[in-house]
């Protein structure tokens, strides 16, 4: 199946600096997703991004499916963004359709 | 935008019970949802997938008749974790797929957390 990877695993950064997350996965792929797991396990959807560019608020994601990456840009970051950064791919084909594979996180803490 | 409902958010319970875990996808419905598990610090490991009408697809190494799951309507999906021990003790997130055209995004219960005494 799929294979998906993520980095870097953890990143520590001060208030108000920018960040950029790196996904990459293995195949071809017909959805990606990019989550904010918050402190109390809730998943919250950021992108739905299998190509191009979206831009929301101070995040923006880029997906470039031809070189099978995605980056997710955090910007002017704060202590509320800490969590964990998942991204998930699932493939454009095979027997794996349906199915999201999820990366092993960036887990973002943030300090006043 | 999309809600899914997960119910209860916390439960424990005593070795040997079983335990239900509801599902609901608000306001749009799901043909599809699936059943992650999340250990502390781990990503999450997709348990199944099951489709409205018909029976799951379990992950290799998850035991169907220890984890089962029933997909009754477009909107309603249950897990019963079967005779629950203690290695049965994780949190449990459920996912439905929102089928809008060529946009298949999945959205994400609030998780149980299952704590098996």
């Given at each position: 199946g799929i294979q998906v990877e993520q980095s870097p695993p953890d990143l520590i950064l001060q208030e108000g600096a920018n960040s950029t997350l790196?996904?990459?996965?293995?195949?071809?792929?017909?959805?990606?997703?990019?989550?904010?797991?918050?402190?109390?396990?809730q998943l919250i959807n950021l992108f739905y991004i299998p190509s191009g560019t979206k831009q929301n608020g101070r995040l923006s994601a880029t997906t470039?499916?031809?070189?099978?990456?995605?980056?997710?840009?955090?910007?002017?970051?704060?202590t509320t963004d800490s969590g964990v950064y998942f991204c998930?791919?699932?493939?454009a084909g095979g027997t794996?359709?349906?199915k999201l594979t999820f990366g092993q996180g960036t887990i973002l803490t943030v300090h006043p | 935008g999309a809600v899914v409902s997960q119910h209860p958010s916390r439960?424990?319970?005593?070795?040997?019970?079983?335990?239900?875990?509801?599902?609901?996808?608000?306001?749009?419905?799901?043909?599809?949802m699936f059943w992650y598990r999340q250990f502390p610090k781990q990503s999450l490991m997709l348990m199944a997938t099951s489709n409205e009408g018909?029976?799951?697809?379990?992950?290799?190494?998850?035991e169907k008749d220890k984890f089962l799951i029933n997909h009754?309507?477009?909107?309603?999906?249950?897990?019963?974790?079967?005779?629950?021990?203690?290695?049965?003790?994780?949190?449990?997130?459920?996912?439905a797929r929102r089928d809008r055209l060529a946009v298949n995004e999945?959205?994400?219960g609030p998780g149980t957390r299952l704590t098996v005494l």
């Open positions: 790196r996904c990459n996965f293995s195949d071809s792929v017909n959805n990606l997703q990019w989550f904010h797991q918050n402190p109390w396990g470039v499916a031809t070189e099978r990456y995605s980056l997710l840009y955090i910007s002017s970051s704060q998930a791919a699932r493939n794996s359709y349906g | 439960v424990i319970c005593k070795s040997g019970t079983s335990v239900k875990i509801e599902c609901r996808s608000l306001d749009f419905q799901a043909t599809t018909s029976k799951a697809t379990y992950e290799q190494g998850v009754a309507s477009l909107t309603l999906s249950t897990l019963t974790v079967t005779s629950a021990h203690p290695e049965d003790s994780s949190f449990y997130i459920c996912s999945q959205f994400f």
